[in-house]
């Protein structure tokens, strides 16, 4: 924890807790190119499974060779993670996760080549040219400088991810199953808006514009809505956008939040906070709720409920309501916040209903030749 704001920073280090200074300074490094707390931590985790590989099998990190990167990728899915309980079944990770280890991998040895601390001999042989079948655009640039990219030469064969979101009624099962209003205001909005788990926890009171008309507080958008902005804040949240943009909400909504107010108000101290979402039923009273408060709130979701939940989830579910109910692609793509075209293409997919009629409306023309 930062001793002048409070926000979280991340190290890595060693059994005897000595910082690992080249890691370290490589997260730090993300820090000043304005990466989120979350973002630090991932690498962070992976960095150090890398440093602890190295280590277990002799490695010397910094004259690491190509060859045995791909043992170390092997060794991701090869290796049993460990039990989460005694008697829980073994478990390996996936091919996905094992790239995305390698992937944070070869960035911290770029990083260290940069700064002299690995061979940079290395570093050309962890990409290579790439012909591109489907040009961006369907163009290859006057000089083809779009007809090739820089793959990555460690990776798996991994199975394209889908999109998992939960269903209307697993959403209002996911409601219910909250007991406090400032948990089911969060899951509505976040439902609702589609925005990330660090949009949300980022939150001011300003940024919440709920009268009819927007000229009463200041703005040029009627109706209520919301804004999201890229701020610093002490609980560390971050909007992972650059670019602020206004999603409009709906009345039930509103009616939401100022049940939430008045839960959050008869708490003592809650109020001083200008973000959103506090602590309001254990210590720091006030303080902004940290991911590590979300994670934990939809892990007792899931076990009651009865199903998996995961805040990203709720942005998958808006998404994909969206596309389903006919919004037009570019309008979802502002409301989610994502700056290219590209970055919807995961939830374009079909809906069940619309495959089942599609096989139906054939079966029922085949019957007529029989």
């Keep these: 924890m930062s001793p002048s704001d409070d926000s979280l920073r991340y190290v890595v280090i060693d059994g005897a807790y000595r910082v690992h200074t080249e890691a370290s300074a490589y997260l730090a490094a993300l820090r000043a190119l304005d990466r989120s707390p979350n973002t630090e931590r991932v690498y962070a985790s992976r960095i150090a499974l890398f440093l602890s590989y190295c280590g277990r099998f002799g490695f010397d990190?910094?004259?690491?060779?190509?060859?045995?990167?791909?043992?170390?990728?092997?060794?991701?899915?090869a290796e049993p993670l460990p039990p989460r309980r005694p008697s829980s079944p073994t478990r390996f990770r996936s091919a996905g996760t094992a790239n995305a280890v390698m992937t944070s991998v070869c960035e911290f040895l770029r990083f260290a080549a940069a700064h002299g601390w690995v061979s940079s001999e290395l570093i050309p042989r962890l990409s290579h040219r790439k012909d591109l079948r489907y040009l961006p655009g369907h163009d290859s640039g006057e000089m083809g400088q779009f007809?090739?990219?820089?793959?990555?030469?460690?990776?798996?064969?991994?199975p394209v991810p889908e999109i998992e979101f939960l269903t209307a009624r697993q959403v209002d099962e996911l409601i219910a199953a909250a007991a406090r209003t400032r948990d089911r205001f969060l899951i509505t909005l976040m439902a609702l808006t589609g925005i990330r788990v660090g949009e949300a926890l980022g939150l001011r009171r300003e940024d919440l514009h709920l009268l009819p008309r927007g000229a009463l507080v200041g703005c040029s958008t009627d109706g209520p809505h919301i804004h999201v902005r890229r701020r610093c804040n002490a609980n560390g949240a971050l909007a992972k956008s650059r670019y602020p943009r206004s999603i409009p909400v709906v009345n039930d909504l509103v009616g939401l939040y100022a049940q939430y107010q008045h839960e959050r108000f008869a708490v003592a101290g809650a109020m001083e906070s200008d973000l959103v979402f506090v602590n309001l039923y254990h210590e720091p009273i006030g303080d902004g709720m940290r991911y590590g408060n979300v994670r934990s709130l939809f892990a007792r979701l899931s076990a009651a409920a009865g199903f998996t939940?995961?805040?990203?989830?709720?942005?998958?579910?808006a998404?994909?309501?969206?596309?389903?109910?006919?919004?037009?692609?570019?309008?979802?793509?502002?409301?989610?916040?994502?700056?290219?075209?590209?970055?919807?293409?995961?939830?374009?997919?079909?809906?069940?209903?619309?495959?089942?009629?599609?096989?139906?409306?054939?079966?029922?023309?085949l019957e007529g030749y029989d």
């Excluded at 939940?309 to 579910?317: E, F, G, N, S, W």
Aim: hydrophobic share 45%; proline share 6%.
């Design 61 to 77: 990190w910094q004259k690491i060779q190509f060859s045995d990167l791909a043992r170390f990728l092997r060794w991701l899915v």
């Design 147 to 158: 007809a090739s990219i820089r793959a990555k030469s460690l990776k798996l064969t991994a």
């Design 309 to 317: 939940a995961r805040p990203h989830m709720l942005r998958h579910t």
């Design 319 to 365: 998404a994909t309501r969206w596309i389903e109910n006919g919004v037009p692609r570019d309008v979802v793509q502002d409301l989610l916040g994502h700056v290219s075209s590209v970055s919807m293409d995961p939830y374009l997919h079909p809906p069940e209903t619309a495959k089942r009629a599609a096989v139906e409306r054939v079966a029922a023309r």
